[in-house]
Nanobody
Framework: QVQLVESGGGLVQAGGSLRVSCAAS????????FGWFRQAPGKEREYVSG???????WYADSVKGRFTISRDNAKNTVSLQMNRLQPEDTAVYYC????????????????WGQGTQVTVSS
């Protein structure tokens, strides 16, 4: 059973940067594709970014050019570098993993982490 643990959230001022990470254990890391999602208060969980087994990446339009997803197969970690953060980026950020597809929708992913809070002040 794969377990995902997010870390790195916090409070940052608008225009600042944060890096959130997702540590995976209990499975074969290179066999998993990953995605980042976020959920703001009162809103539905939404897709942010995804990365394939080979390192191909995708982004939601709202974060393209500001966020960068990466994976480190040696450290069993997926990270999301977030630059030029804005108050609308405030949310709980969740890591998802799947064995058969790159997570790009909330439904159907094999594994989820518990989330890490990112708060951007104006």
């Amino acid at each position: 059973q794969v377990q995902l643990v997010e870390s790195g959230g916090g409070l940052v001022q608008a225009g600042g940067s944060l890096r959130v990470s997702c540590a995976a254990s209990g499975g074969t890391f290179k066999d998993l594709a990953f995605g980042w999602f976020r959920q703001a208060p009162g809103k539905e969980r939404e897709y942010v970014s995804g990365i394939s087994w080979s390192g191909s990446t995708w982004y939601a339009d709202s974060v393209k050019g500001r966020f960068t997803i990466s994976r480190d197969n040696a450290k069993n970690t997926v990270s999301l570098q977030m630059n030029r953060l804005q108050p609308e980026d405030t949310a709980v950020y969740y890591c998802a993993a799947d064995r058969y597809r790159v997570p790009n929708q909330v439904e159907g992913n094999d594994y989820w982490g518990q989330g890490t809070q990112v708060t951007v002040s104006s």
